[in-house]
């Protein structure tokens, strides 16, 4: 259970809590992404160096944005089990904003990924008044599509991207804030 004395909560869930990553969580981020299976989608599993980096840019995000990608512990076991949230990326001279999320493995198929995609959309828009959110995916991983799906997103555009040395198709699954009188996007 989070206390006072723990890292800023910014989501809570009906099973999760996301809050932000810290030092501290560098085990189990390594944990989920050295993992082959959890990063078969990507080029490679990642090196504990690699991993730090990407963590302090985590913190930096945090103090710049106000969002990020944050840890997802299951409230039973108190446990950092994967990360979700927001990120910022380029594509085509556009800045999009990214819902992303990682579970270790033995937690997939329970629903997780999708509670925690839900309250980051809902957070992007309730909370930091982004116009639109993307989930980018590589076309044959149809779990995270799901996902996507599942979080009210449809698929925008189809892009290719370089995956160990081959071009492969990826999906850019968005949905818009409902809202008509969204805050300006984050800069």
């Given at each position: 259970?989070?206390?006072n004395?723990?890292?800023?909560?910014i989501?809570?869930?009906?099973?999760?809590?996301?809050?932000?990553?810290?030092?501290?969580?560098?085990?189990g981020l390594?944990r989920i992404l050295?993992?082959?299976?959890?990063?078969?989608f990507?080029?490679?599993?990642f090196?504990?160096?690699?991993i730090?980096?990407?963590?302090?840019?985590?913190?930096?995000?945090?103090?710049?944005?106000?969002?990020?990608?944050?840890?997802?512990?299951?409230?039973?076991s108190?446990?950092?089990?994967?990360?979700?949230g927001?990120?910022v990326?380029?594509h085509?001279?556009?800045?999009?904003?990214?819902i992303?999320?990682?579970?270790?493995k033995?937690f997939?198929?329970?629903?997780?990924?999708?509670?925690?995609?839900i309250?980051c959309?809902?957070?992007?828009?309730d909370v930091?008044?982004?116009?639109?959110?993307?989930s980018?995916?590589?076309?044959d991983?149809?779990?995270?599509?799901?996902?996507a799906?599942k979080?009210?997103?449809?698929?925008?555009?189809?892009i290719?991207?370089?995956?160990?040395?081959?071009?492969?198709?990826?999906y850019?699954?968005?949905?818009?804030?409902?809202?008509n009188?969204?805050?300006?996007?984050?800069?």
């Open positions: 259970m989070l206390d004395t723990s890292p800023k909560c989501i809570e869930t009906e099973r999760l809590f996301l809050r932000e990553l810290t030092e501290a969580d560098l085990p390594c050295q993992d082959k299976d959890a990063t078969r990507y080029d490679r599993a090196t504990e160096e690699e730090g980096q990407w963590l302090d840019i985590q913190v930096r995000n945090y103090r710049k944005l106000g969002f990020g990608i944050w840890a997802a512990v299951q409230k039973k108190g446990e950092m089990i994967g990360h979700a927001i990120s990326r380029h085509d001279d556009e800045v999009i904003y990214e992303g999320y990682m579970f270790e033995e997939w198929g329970n629903g997780y990924a999708t509670e925690a995609a309250a959309r809902k957070v992007a828009f930091f008044g982004l116009e639109k959110v993307c980018i995916i590589r076309f991983n149809m779990a995270s599509r799901a996902v799906r979080n009210g997103m449809k698929i925008a555009e189809m290719y991207r370089m995956t160990a040395g081959k071009v492969v198709p990826h850019i699954y968005s949905i818009a804030n409902p809202v009188d969204a805050k300006r996007p984050i800069e």
